[in-house]
């Protein structure tokens, strides 16, 4: 019977995307592991691959077809000794997720995630757990669990009838905070409406204030509605409070003008934020409490220090993950931060180089801002807003008046994981870094 394949989830809160571009044609053979298309999440641009072998029998999505749900059909993958005529039956793809039931009953394809078994294949399609329960996963996601040591019976499958796909692997090391931001983002929807309200609740009355002004109506792409729902959860539901100092640069900025000059010939050069990032990698292995997020009833503290970056891209912005950032120099920092920032902005980054982290960093001093204060992205627990290092009057340790290069921090913090003294002395540490970077060095 032909296979059906299935809209995948390539991350853990995606519920639909846009089939940007078919990889195969009708009529050609696939085996697992052929890349089959490109998907659009409100992220990303990826690629997914086949699970079995066989021949591609019909497309049922066009290339550029936005909002296809997730699990609902996008082709169908004929077996061995099938005849293309037998397509005919499988159906189009859904509007949206078939209900289990329904589906099993209304449908004479076999479901697959990609291109996988259904979670009423028989018996040895299925993995056994050590109490005899069967567990569902498809043949890639049996591998890859068991070279990554992870335990199916502690994971929950986002394909067809709570089949485990490859993406429940790849997600498992993430698998907590991807929990916290999938309720919380429930939570949002179902208390304000967030990604929703703005568009159907207000828009008929504001655009009766407006109706004899010239303007242009601009639809919410996926990136924006997922930034209104989350930035609302995040100042309805988190209590920010905030911290400012202030940080004299001068050393900071000749010492970054002499690294510079030794790493010319590595074409490496170093930028502030590239010190700003070890500063607070730094600060939070110095005062760990701090390093921690909120977990709905309890509190996550991290050893290794995770650092989101703000970075902006067409439409929005995401926040790349720079892992151990504790651990890395400034040059691997600086070179994995630009690569993450070209990738980001051509939307290639994979979900797990962008999600996770317990801290974030927004940067706004090369647009010449003074300072401001930044939206935690939930689940973090602190953000660090960024201004820009402008010449000042200072006084002088010694009480004489000066002129110095000073540069605002403001750091946003979690309340529920964070109070106030603990945020201090975690800002206290952070400008200490900066303003001795040498120190960061040993």
């Known amino acids: 019977m032909p296979i059906e394949i299935l809209m995948p989830a390539l991350s853990p809160t995606m519920e639909e995307g846009t089939l940007a571009k078919w990889l195969v044609k009708e009529g050609d053979a696939v085996a697992s592991g052929d890349l089959l298309a490109e998907i659009e999440t409100d992220k990303a641009t990826m690629e997914f691959e086949a699970v079995d072998e066989g021949i591609i029998g019909k497309l049922l999505v066009a290339e550029g077809t936005e909002n296809v749900a997730v699990n609902s059909a996008i082709a169908v993958l004929l077996e061995d000794g099938e005849a293309s005529s037998e397509v005919e ?140 729902a989350r930035l609302t959860e995040a100042k309805q539901t988190v209590p920010h409070f905030y911290l400012r100092r202030d940080v004299m640069l001068d050393n900071l900025l000749g010492f970054r003008g002499e690294m510079n000059a030794a790493l010319a010939e590595r074409d490496v050069k170093l930028s502030v934020n590239d010190f700003v990032i070890k500063a607070c990698a730094l600060a939070l ?97 602190a953000i660090l807003a960024v201004g820009a290092g402008k010449k000042k009057p200072v006084v002088t340790a010694s009480g004489e008046l000066g002129v110095a290069t000073v540069m605002s921090l403001t750091l946003s913090v979690d309340h529920r994981v964070i109070d106030g003294a603990l945020g201090a002395e975690l800002l206290n540490v952070i400008v200490k870094n900066l303003e001795n970077p040498m120190a960061m060095l040993a």
């Open 89 to 228: 039956a499988a159906p189009s793809a859904p509007a949206s997720p078939a209900p289990a039931a329904e589906a099993a009953t209304s449908s004479p394809a076999k479901s697959a995630t990609l291109a996988s078994s259904p979670a009423s294949a028989p018996p040895a399609a299925a993995d056994k757990a050590a109490e005899g329960v069967r567990i569902f996963a498809t043949p890639l996601a049996r591998k890859l669990a068991a070279q990554n040591n992870v335990d199916l019976t502690r994971l929950s499958g986002s394909g067809p009838r709570g089949r485990i796909v490859k993406a429940d692997i790849e997600a498992a090391g993430s698998a907590v905070s991807a929990d916290i931001t999938v309720a919380s983002m429930a939570s949002a929807a179902s208390t304000s409406g967030a990604a929703s309200a703005p568009q159907s609740a207000n828009f008929e009355t504001i655009s009766k204030l407006y109706a004899e002004r010239a303007y242009e109506e601009i639809s919410l792409d996926r990136m924006r509605k997922t930034i209104a």
């Open 285 to 381: 292995t110095t005062v760990p409490t701090a390093n921690a997020i909120w977990a709905g009833d309890r509190i996550l503290q991290f050893t290794p220090a995770d650092i989101a970056v703000a970075v902006a891209i067409d439409g929005g912005l995401i926040t790349p993950v720079l892992k151990d950032a504790d651990q890395k120099s400034l040059s691997v920092l600086s070179t994995e931060m630009k690569d993450l920032a070209t990738r980001a902005k051509g939307r290639k980054l994979a979900p797990d180089e962008y999600q996770g982290g317990s801290f974030a960093i927004s940067n706004l001093g090369m647009f010449g801002i003074d300072n401001f204060d930044a939206v935690i992205n939930p689940p973090h627990g």
